[in-house]
């Protein structure tokens, strides 16, 4: 595996996979790398010639108080995994190569952005969409694998890729989970045992209200109102979101839920917050 850290470094290398005819796989991630991360590796070698992996902890997409500093980072350990899953070229550029001068311009996806995540942390979307856009611009990558862990991010990046055309296909990767359940999440090594513990019940509360979807419920409150009930009864999770949406616009269903939908929970523990998804109908 090569490592690369300069953007002209990495178009050269492209260059030259295009000369061969190759197809090129791309996995943006921020490191500190989980199994999560790895399945989107495999399933990038799985479809192309040349698997390309970032790992760059992006300013643009932290807000002031949240924790850009102290977001957990394994260099040597990452470097490892991404090359034992089928990563050929490793791209670690600095803040200073990524942004050589603050950003002027910005990709905000605005539809999309309003509710779920974009409630407690209003301009973290226009830093993804912003980032993904320039790593789309250096690497030119035939396809880009992203997680549906991060459901609202996955939309907004096919929304986005949508509107302004840009040639790659986005490829959702399914969410990798413990054996409890618990959603794989570099930010896990904040929670205190106490959070780690009750934190299954994110996951529980979703397959919950998929049961109740396929046992015919389709009130948006009653779903809601139970998934609240689940995590909101641990002592060591607070609420942040529960809500059932569109796959695709991710427009709320305020009374009746349609028959694609995709339930989506959001918890404050401690000085982590857990998020989690899931299809309610059997749609994928
Ligand atoms: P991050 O490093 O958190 O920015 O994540 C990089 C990519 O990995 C994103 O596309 C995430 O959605 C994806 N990802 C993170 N956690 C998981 C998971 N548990 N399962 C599958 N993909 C994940």
Redesign the pocket.
């Known amino acids: 595996m090569e490592t690369i850290a300069r953007v002209a470094a990495l178009r050269e290398r492209v260059r030259e996979a295009r000369r061969q005819g190759q197809r090129v796989g791309f996995v943006?991630?921020?490191?500190f790398l989980?199994d999560?991360?790895l399945?989107?590796m495999r399933a990038a070698r799985a479809a192309n010639d040349l698997v390309i992996a970032s790992i760059f902890v992006n300013p643009t997409q932290f807000a002031p108080h949240e924790d850009l500093d102290q977001y957990p980072r394994d260099a040597e350990g990452d470097a490892l995994k991404c090359a034992e899953n089928g990563v050929q070229v490793l791209f670690t550029p600095t803040p200073e190569e990524m942004y050589p001068s603050p950003t002027a311009t910005w990709v905000s996806v605005d539809a999309l952005t309003r509710h779920l995540c974009a409630q407690t942390r209003p301009t973290h979307f226009r830093g993804v969409a912003t980032v993904v856009t320039k790593l789309f611009n250096m690497v030119q990558p035939d396809a880009a694998y992203?997680?549906?862990?991060?459901y609202q991010?996955?939309a907004v990046i096919r929304r986005m890729v949508l509107d302004l055309n840009m040639p790659v296909e986005v490829v959702g990767?399914?969410?990798?989970?413990e054996p409890d359940g618990v959603?794989?999440?570099?930010r896990n090594a904040y929670l205190t045992s106490e959070a780690r513990e009750q934190a299954p019940s994110l996951y529980r509360s979703l397959q919950a209200a998929r049961a109740a979807f396929a046992a015919g419920e389709r009130d948006a409150g009653t779903l809601r109102m139970q998934a609240r009930q689940t995590i909101g009864a641990q002592s060591a999770l607070e609420v942040d979101y529960v809500d059932v949406v569109d796959p695709d616009s991710l427009v709320s269903f305020e009374q009746r839920v349609g028959e694609r939908a995709v339930m989506a929970v959001a918890a404050f523990a401690g000085r982590a917050r857990l998020i989690d998804n899931l299809r309610l109908d059997p749609g994928q």
């Open positions: 943006p991630t921020m490191g989980h999560g991360h399945s989107l992203f997680g549906e862990k991060d991010q996955l990767c399914p969410t990798g989970r959603a794989m999440s570099s």
